[in-house]
């Protein structure tokens, strides 16, 4: 059981790395314009907002 739980929090824990470097860097990168479906014009105008999503 605690195997299990432990397999969970590491998936949950790359999850989250991954959506940071996604929203981060990737952003107005073709993998990011793809993922969010957003155009480059779009993705270019909100970079800075997608990039800061932490705690103020």
Known sequence: ???IANV???VVAALH???LV???FLW???LGLKIF???IE???DSAVLA???GPV
């Open 17 to 19: 790395v991954f959506f």
């Open 37 to 39: 479906r957003n155009p």
């Open 1 to 3: 059981m605690i195997f």
């Open 28 to 30: 107005d990168k073709p």
């Open 51 to 53: 990039a800061n999503q």
């Open 22 to 24: 996604l929203e981060m």
């Open 8 to 10: 969970l929090v590491a």
């Open 42 to 44: 779009k993705a270019r």
